[in-house]
């Protein structure tokens, strides 16, 4: 049968415990720096935003599953809070039944596919309008983004991958398409993409040079996925020079991982609004001992500002 449009934007009721942060300075640049992290007022608002804690069962994991650099919501709507405003990265923290390591060996048949292309991926655009001079229907966008998005897998679909991760997905793809929406309004269109990634990930330090990015990694047996930090960790100097990551932030206690199956939306250096310009970068690819490597399966919406 037809999958459900249905989108559940309801918080669940429990909220994740805060906790205030040590007092710090952007002492890591190395030298002078114009980055608008150096800003007086974008400092004192880092000194004193809250830092989140949470914790989730999280296989081998490796990493630590501090979230200090993120404003953490119970669901997407709280992406559009007073609160959300003051953070350069923005989390929603999910079940394990939004993790699909299990559907691995179906993943990485689908790396295979020659219709993947070289990119290895798959995308739709959908407009946030239909047609120029329409004013904006948030439910007519829904309906749009869940034919666009079901489309777009189906080919994956009968090249083997789960129908209920499917279902999964698209609903992931609406939820965050519409909060993307809101929080930038002058969105002309939505970009929603899967990528099935290897070995030709991004892995140096980086901030994204245009308005935000939502992504969600949905499997990996280690649990990693988007990897990100606080600017008060950062060596702007380093990561301008192309300093190595080693160089650009120091210490791996502060570097954050958003885990498996959680919600992440970074906002880039061209966001509306600042702070702005999250810095992160993908995981370690993760190599078997046959010399082969896992296939992560990543979700993408993007924002095209200028129609």
Excluded at 236 to 261: A, D, L, P, S, Y
């Amino acid at each position: 049968g037809a999958r459900s449009k249905h989108v559940n934007m309801t918080p669940p009721p429990k909220r994740l415990r805060t906790q205030e942060p040590a007092p710090g300075k952007h002492d890591a640049h190395g030298g002078e720096c114009h980055d608008e992290c150096c800003d007086p007022a974008v400092q004192a608002l880092d000194q004193r935003r809250p830092s989140y804690s949470a914790s989730w069962a999280c296989a081998k994991s490796e990493y630590d599953p501090r979230v200090d650099a993120l404003f953490i919501g119970n669901s997407t709507v709280d992406f559009l809070s007073d609160d959300a405003k003051n953070f350069r990265g923005l989390g929603v923290l999910r079940s394990q039944s939004s993790r699909w390591t299990h559907a691995q060996k179906a993943i990485d048949r689908l790396y295979d596919l020659e219709s993947l292309g070289e990119e290895k991926s798959v995308s739709t655009t959908v407009p946030v309008n239909p047609a120029s001079g329409e004013s904006s229907n948030l439910d007519d966008l829904q309906v749009r983004l869940h034919e666009s998005v079901s489309r777009m897998l189906d080919p994956l679909i009968q090249a083997g991958l789960p129908a209920d991760m499917a279902d999964h997905v698209t609903t992931d793809a609406i939820e965050l398409g519409m909060a993307t929406v809101g929080l930038v309004p002058t969105a002309t269109s939505l970009i929603v993409k899967i990528e099935l990634l290897q070995d030709s990930v991004c892995i140096r330090w980086h901030q994204d040079h245009y308005a935000c990015r939502a992504i969600i990694s949905y499997n990996g047996s280690n649990g990693a996925a988007t990897e990100y930090v606080h600017h008060r960790h950062v060596n702007f100097v380093q990561m301008r020079k192309g300093g190595g990551n080693e160089r650009i932030v120091k210490g791996k206690n502060n570097i954050c991982n958003i885990g498996v199956g959680n919600m992440l939306f970074m906002k880039g250096m061209l966001f509306p609004t600042k702070p702005n310009g999250l810095v992160h970068k993908s995981p370690p690819p993760v190599m078997r001992p046959d010399g082969t490597f896992e296939t992560r399966f990543v979700l993408k919406v993007d924002v095209d500002m200028h129609g």
